[in-house]
Each structure stands twice: as C-alpha cells, then as structure tokens.
C-alpha cells in the first residue's frame, strides 16, 4: 500500500478532512462585492479572466500527463526488450545457468530501484487508485498529491515493471494525473474544492493515458474516483482527456510518417478482426459469457480475500520498518524471477510458428513476439511467449492469436502461477497497478475456457480470441467491481464495438458474485489504512434501524468559542486541541449558535495580529470593542481588520499554532470573531434520522455538521470520526457504550471543553 501504518503511527490526527464550500462571513461577502465593484461595467471582468486560466491549466495537465505515459511506456518497453534480449542472446549459446543469472539478476536490480523510490517517498508505493479515491472523497492524505511523491511514483513504476513484476503502469498513471494536476494548478487554486476538480480532471486523465480512452477516463473518475460530480466537472475532464490523448498521439507520430498513429506503440490491445465472419459470437454464448463473469467474480473475490489477509498481516509485521519492506520486494521479485524461468524451463513445450498465409497486419507483427526460449528457429515457447514479454504485448498475443497457439496445459498453468503472484506481490513497497495483471490472468482464464467451448462446439462457437477478452473484463471486473467506466476502456481499447453486449453482461455477473463475498480490491486498502474515514455514497448497515437520531450520535461535548473571545483563550484552545472546526456560541443571548469559525482562519487572524484592548480595560460583552483603533458597534455592520483576501493568501500552507508566539500583553487582548465567522453554517435538528443526516454530511461535502435544539441552541457536532451505520457502530450502541467521539466523521477525536482550557 502506498499510505501505511508507518507513515504517521495510526495517529488520526495526521489524516484531516478537506473544506469544499466557502464560509459565508462578513469578510467573504465584503472580498466578492468589492471584486464585482472593481470589475462592474466591464467586459473583461474577473469570471472571464478565471474561465481562461482554469482551460489553460487543464490543457497543460493533459499536455503534461500525456508526456509523462509516453515517457514511462517507452522507457520501460526500452529497459524490458534489452533485459529479454541479453537472455535470448546466452540462450542461444546453450548456457541455461547463465542466462538465469541473468535474469534473476536484472530483475532484482530493478524491483530494488523501484523499492528505494518507495522507501525516499512512502506515498509512491502501490497503485495510487486507492489514494486518489480518498482526496476526491474528502479526505486529505498527507503528501498524496507532492510533485516529490508524483516523481518517485513515475520512477518506481518504470523499475516495477522493468522487474517483471505482474504489476502494470495504468494505476500509477492516475496517481500521476493527480499529481500533475495538483501541481500545476497550484499557482491558481485558493481553496479545496477547485483542487478537489482540478485532481478529478487529472486522474481521467490518467486513465486515458493508461488505455488510449478517453471517454473511458471521464467515466472512470465519475464511478470510481470522484465522490462530488457536476456538469461542469464533465466538461472539464472532457476538454482535460482531450488534450491528454492528443499529446499521447503527437509523441506517437514522432519518427513516424506525418498524421499516422502507430496503436501498437500505446497502451492499446489493437483492434479485433475476425476472418469470415460477421458477428464474433453467437446469441446462445451470451449464456456462456453469463457463466465466465460469474466465475471471474468467484475468482475476483477469492484473490481480494488472499490480498486482504497479506495486506493485514504486512501491517503487522512488515510495514513499519523500511527495512523489512526493502527486503520483502527483493523475496517477492526472487519469487517472480525462479517462477518465471522455472515454469517454461519444466514444462519445455516447442510449437511450430502459425503460417502466416491468412493472418491479418496486426497477427503478423505479433509473430516477432513470441519467444523460443531454447526452441529452434522455427518454434516458439507458449508459456516462455507469456512470461518473458511486455504484459501488455502478453495480453495482445492471447486477443488476437489463432486458437491453437496456447495448449489448455500451458494456459492453465500460467493463469495458476501468475495470479497466484500477482496477489502476492500487490501491496509490497513499489508502485504496483492491478489492471494488467488483472486482464492478463482473466484473458489466459478465459482463452483457456474458450478452447473447451471450442472443442465441444467447433464451428459453431466464438474463436478463443472473444472468450480471452470476456474472461479479462471477468477478472478485473471481479476485482475492481467496475462496469460502465470498464466496459467502455475495453471498447475503446479494442476497437470493436459488438463487444458491447457480452462485456456489460459479463461485468454485472462479476460484480453481483465478487460483492457477495467481500468488497473491490481498493475499497478494502482503503478501509486498512489508519485513521481514513472514507464515506461510502449509501449507508449500509444503518438503514434497518431508523429509530436512531443525530443526537444518538453526535459529539456531545462542545468545544466552541464566543463572538468575542479572549486571545488566550483562542491560543490556548488551539494549542490543546486538534479541531479543525469550531461552533461560535453566543452565551450573552441564551447560548445560540451564532455561526462556526474554522481552525486556519483562528491561526491567521492570531499571526496578523487582529485583536486589541477593550474600551476602559473592561470586557462587558455588550459595549463597544476597540481594536486597533477600530470601533466595531456589536449591532452594526463588522467592518474585518483581516481582509478575505489575506485569509486566502494563506492556503493551503497555514501557520500552524506551534509557529505563533503570543506575548503576556497580547494574551489580555480580545478577538473579535465576527467579521470572520461563517454565519450560514449547516446544521441540522437533534430529532434527525441518522440517515438523513449522513446524506447531508456526504452530499454536500462538509467538514463539520452542527446539531442543534429547537432553540438553536449548539448541542453537539457531527464529523468525520467513525463510519455511522457499520454493525460496529451499532453494536456499541445497542451496549449503551456510545461515547462523546461516536460521530459520521471526524479528523480529530471530540474533546470535553473543559479538558482543552478554562472557558468561562
């Protein structure tokens, strides 16, 4: 996994919550009117002025990311065909030691490469899918976005897959994307929300990177990715993805004939032909693809279930010491390496080449694939033709080969092996993705599958090719659980769309058959990091018990601060307690909830030094305040010392409390809150189902969510802290054990008021 226990020690602390809607205070109303003010009349105004920079960011996420897949592809193709080719070349001198040495050799030499990206920056590690997936839900890992963390990703990726590790660069490319967009469009974005769109947009990117698809991508980051979505957003990752695959086909064409696109040099599995006949199937194998999607959800779960337990006992044991993760890669690549040689070199197996007479272009080409592997010249070996090639090369040989170039024997072999690695090696300290491996062992399943139907029914049946396409969506269907955003990569990956039919029926029996056993592969990791809280978009166990309300759940033990506060008392309260959101009670008018205040804009107002002496060293709450010279009257309009745009300024790098020093005479001084205050917070009643108000919380993206009585009075606060409607959470309240950090979500743990400071 690329976030792990050893990051910040399970610490919850360290994993916060991202702010996505604006607080409407009075110096966010006053920062907007002056800019409509300034910018009235005209027809150049600041909204056409951010349109622009906002399209020209993403056409350089797409321009960037587009580089970036083409760079990794080439340079691990490069490292790859000159690792194979010095071991054909000693091959053929007869010395097998040697040419294992070699292997084993370089292999290692590059799995430990890819490692010591992961051990500079542990963020690197794994697919990335799963880490993107948090900050898109709200959930703010730390570095996940760092150009640091996008550097080592890339770099690791090329070592991972130069290894012959069964990892593939698709996952890590959405990472990228992410990375690459948070990047560039730091220079513009002032708050979370406009980065949350700008990440969504990269990793569609990404994806399209991946496949050469890019309406794939925009669905991808609409199912699988982003938890928020709006038109808008669309049409973004449309224009993003755009510019992604247009540089993809630029680089392309370098070197090659002015306008043509080479397919086989991108991460495509070429385009399916199919010779005398019209349809690639019969409408009775729609029952057969029924059948393989329902085994590949079988196959998906079960290989979930063996990561899930690797993944937990890796926690235990291996992933807080970087040392033994450096050298659980190394074990794990010895594996990879002694299966990959010994496999073909047991089972020798020498067929003779296809004759070319009827082969299409695309078959031809792939005829130079094949590999000997101690065969004569005239002979390839099936199982060494899968194992010591490229996987994306692997996968194209079982799409659009003849039916008879892979024995049953071999196939099953290599389905047993590699699947068998790839569960093993997914989660150790490389950056690792899970679609090819995926779609490799599913299209060996179901070519596999496809020569039985074939020998039962020749003539009538599909030829293997299909069923090795129908039996790689069933796999990582199983295992990803996707179905629109898959069917429509695969489509666009391969080129023909009468495919459509049997991949959505095979994806849905793989995903109601893998979800009656566990959940999808990121889903899980995600739930095994420490201290993530990831909102699922429906609650599950909860919804049979309606009779619990918001105030069953929520913090009870609120921690707020006045309209008018004590500098002390802020300092003091921020330095006691991790919140990052307080209510803002007013105690003079019956304890009512006069808005909320967040943490950062505490810390700013404390660093600019926005406070001052009361009228007559006196602190009646209803008579003037003088601040810095300016009289603010507690029934006027507030007229804020800080301007929005100074808050602003600050994100997303705010001063943290420990870098603030307060002397004894400004301790005595007094803060006025008011200007600064959101004073629309959400909020919602005590009586409220716990359903109702889990969908307020997740819909809207909130960071704190504030329980009130129907006096308005603040009664408690609902955040982030656990997963509201898991059997857990009601268990322990069907105990009568549901304490004060019972909550939908909460980054820190709910703190009694009296244990962080003395508020009178």
Not at 184 to 196: L, Q, Y
Not at 268 to 281: I, K, L, R, T
Not at 328 to 351: K, N, Q, W
Not at 538 to 548: I, N, P, Q, S, W
Request: include cysteine; hydrophobic fraction near 40%; glycine fraction near 8%.
């Amino acid at each position: 996994m690329g976030y792990s226990a050893d990051d910040h020690h399970a610490n919850d602390v360290n994993v916060t919550s991202l702010t996505y809607l604006d607080d409407e205070s009075e110096a966010y109303r006053a920062y907007n009117a002056s800019n409509h003010y300034y910018h009235r009349g005209t027809y150049w105004n600041e909204g056409k002025r951010e349109v622009i920079v906002r399209y020209f960011h993403l056409a350089m996420i797409g321009l960037v990311q587009g580089s970036v897949a083409y760079f990794t592809n080439f340079f691990s193709h490069l490292f790859i065909e000159a690792k194979f080719k010095n071991v054909a070349d000693i091959l053929a001198t007869g010395n097998w030691f040697m040419a294992f040495l070699s292997y084993f050799s370089r292999q290692l030499a590059f799995a430990a490469f890819a490692s010591l990206a992961v051990m500079i920056e542990p963020m690197a590690g794994g697919s990335g899918i799963p880490e993107v997936k948090c900050f898109l839900n709200g959930i703010d890992l730390p570095r996940i976005n760092d150009m640091k963390t996008g550097i080592c990703k890339v770099l690791g990726v090329i070592g991972s897959v130069s290894a012959g590790l069964p990892v593939g660069k698709e996952g890590p490319m959405v990472h990228s994307g992410a990375v690459v967009a948070s990047a560039i469009s730091m220079s513009s974005v002032r708050n979370d929300k406009e980065r949350r769109d700008f990440v969504a947009c990269g990793a569609a990117a990404g994806v399209c990177t991946a496949f050469s698809a890019p309406i794939g991508g925009i669905l991808f980051a609409l199912e699988e990715g982003a938890s928020y979505w709006s038109s808008s957003v669309t049409f973004r990752t449309f224009f993003c993805s755009m510019c992604s695959i247009a540089t993809l086909y630029t680089w392309n064409s370098v070197g090659v004939e002015y306008g043509k696109i080479g397919f086989d040099k991108l991460f495509s599995f070429g385009n399916f032909v199919f010779e005398g006949m019209e349809a690639s199937y019969s409408v009775w194998e729609l029952l057969v693809f029924v059948f393989i999607g329902c085994m590949g959800g079988l196959i998906g779960a079960i290989f979930n279930n063996a990561n899930e337990r690797l993944t937990r006992w890796r926690i235990k044991h291996v992933n807080h010491s970087k040392k033994r993760r450096f050298l659980e890669v190394l074990c794990v690549s010895s594996i990879v390496s002694i299966i990959g040689f010994g496999v073909p070199f047991i089972h020798h197996e020498c067929l003779k080449i296809p004759d070319t007479n009827g082969m299409s272009e695309q078959q031809m080409n792939l005829i130079d694939k094949f590999v000997q592997f101690g065969c004569e010249d005239d002979e390839y070996h099936p199982i060494a033709s899968l194992f010591f090639t490229d996987g994306n090369d692997a996968i194209k040989l079982l799409f659009h080969m003849h039916e008879h170039t892979f024995p049953a024997e071999g196939l099953l072999l290599f389905f047993v092996f590699y699947i068998s690695l790839a569960a093993l090696t997914y989660g150790i300290a490389v950056p690792s993705g899970l679609f090819v491996p995926s779609l490799l062992s599913g299209a060996a399943f179901g070519r596999l599958f496809g020569n039985l139907v074939y020998k039962f029914s020749p003539g009538r049946a599909a030829f293997s090719n299909t069923y090795s396409l129908i039996g790689a969506a069933a796999v990582l269907g199983g295992m990803a659980r996707m179905t629109i955003s898959l069917t429509v990569i695969l489509l666009e990956a391969t080129g023909n769309e009468q495919f459509v039919l049997p991949l959505m029926i095979t994806l849905f029996c793989a995903r109601i058959i893998g979800s009656l056993f566990n959940s999808d592969l990121y889903h899980i990791h995600i739930h095994l990091k420490p201290g993530v809280r990831f909102l699922d978009s429906e609650m599950k166990a909860v919804t049979g018990h309606h009779d619990l309300f918001a105030g069953h759940i929520m913090g009870k033990d609120v921690v707020f601060v006045r309209p008018t506060e004590k500098v002390s008392t802020v300092y003091d309260l921020l330095s006691t307690c991790d919140h990052s959101y307080f209510p803002v009670v007013d105690t003079d008018d019956r304890d009512i909830l006069y808005g909320s205040i967040s943490r950062n804009v505490l810390t700013t107002l404390l660093q600019q030094r926005a406070y001052g002496r009361p009228a007559n060293n006196a602190m009646p709450h209803n008579n003037d305040i003088v601040q810095n010279h300016v009289t603010l009257q507690p029934d006027s309009n507030y007229v804020p010392l800080v301007p929005y745009k100074i808050l602003e300024r600050e994100y997303p790098a705010y001063t943290p409390i420990s870098r603030i020093n307060i002397s004894e005479n400004d301790r005595e001084c007094f803060l006025d809150l008011r200007p600064y205050c959101n004073t629309a917070p959400h909020t919602v009643q005590e009586t409220t189902s716990v359903t109702r108000a889990y969908e307020t919380y997740r819909t809207l993206g909130l960071r704190i969510l504030l329980v009130v009585n129907r006096y308005n009075q603040c009664v408690g606060t609902i955040t982030r802290k656990e997963r509201v409607g898991t059997s857990e959470h009601w268990d322990k309240f069907k105990s009568n054990t549901v304490e004060s950090e019972d909550c939908l979500a909460a980054e820190t743990p709910v703190v009694n008021r009296a244990s962080c400071v003395d508020l009178p």
